[in-house]
């Protein structure tokens, strides 16, 4: 169980570091379109 535990542990570490960049590119390319949509509005 402890082992389970660890890699647990470890996936969730993976994930954030994973899912950091990929926010944060999906996020710039929203903004992008909104400011398009805005613009074009």
């Known amino acids: 169980m ?3 535990r ?3 542990f470890l ?3 993976f994930l954030s ?3 950091g ?3 944060a590119s ?3 390319k929203m903004g ?3 400011k398009k949509d805005l613009h074009r509005g």
């Open 17 to 19: 570091i994973w899912s």
């Open 26 to 28: 999906l996020g710039l």
């Open 11 to 13: 996936m969730g570490f």
């Open 2 to 4: 402890a082992f389970m």
């Open 21 to 23: 960049p990929l926010w």
């Open 6 to 8: 660890e890699l647990d």
């Open 32 to 34: 992008y379109l909104r």
